[in-house]
């Protein structure tokens, strides 16, 4: 494959590459605010209460 036919195919692509592109934004811009509403409401390991006690699950 010589320099020019890879130029070739690669321009062929772009048209695909760039719909693909806005496809992800528009996508991201769809589920952005869900998304950021579901993971601001898990809580973190810091927010959980932690069982301590004398033993451990593997010396148990």
């Known amino acids: ?3 020019g036919q ?8 772009l ?3 760039a ?4 496809g992800n ?4 811009v769809w589920t952005g ?3 950021h509403r579901f993971l601001s409401g898990l809580t973190t390991l ?4 932690v069982a301590t006690g004398e033993a451990h699950g593997v010396d148990a």
Request: zero cysteines.
């Open 19 to 22: 719909v693909h592109a806005l």
């Open 46 to 49: 810091e927010d959980e209460a």
């Open 6 to 13: 890879f130029m070739l195919l690669l321009g062929q692509g």
């Open 33 to 35: 605010s869900m998304l």
């Open 1 to 3: 494959m010589t320099l």
């Open 15 to 17: 048209p695909f590459d």
């Open 25 to 28: 934004v528009a996508f991201a």
